[in-house]
């Protein structure tokens, strides 16, 4: 179980990564006006650093299901069925 939510996280790590570098790229001191009202974006360290978090997470859980299940089957059982 700890074999596949490790590698879950670890996957998620790159697009976690990259999405952070694509926000501060793209949206980082750009204006945005929407129904009028206009507002500065910022991307600060600290938010980048929340986004990886909160990507990490989602990684955790989308690893979840996938963990359980391969922890109820045998070894054995699993190694046959491949």
């Known amino acids: 179980m700890a074999a596949t939510l490790s590698e879950a996280i670890l996957l998620s790590v790159p697009g976690a990564l990259i999405g952070a570098a694509l926000a501060w790229l793209l949206f980082n001191?750009?204006?945005?006006?929407?129904?009028?009202?206009?507002?500065?974006l910022a991307v600060s360290p600290s938010l980048a650093l929340l986004g990886i978090?909160?990507?990490?997470?989602?990684?955790l859980i989308g690893?979840?299901?996938?963990?359980?299940?391969?922890?109820?089957?045998?070894?054995?059982?699993?190694?046959?069925a491949t």
Not at 53 to 59: K, S
């Open 29 to 40: 001191g750009r204006a945005a006006s929407p129904f009028g009202f206009e507002f500065h």
């Open 53 to 59: 978090i909160w990507a990490l997470c989602m990684g």
């Open 63 to 80: 690893g979840l299901m996938p963990a359980i299940r391969s922890a109820r089957i045998p070894v054995s059982e699993a190694l046959r």
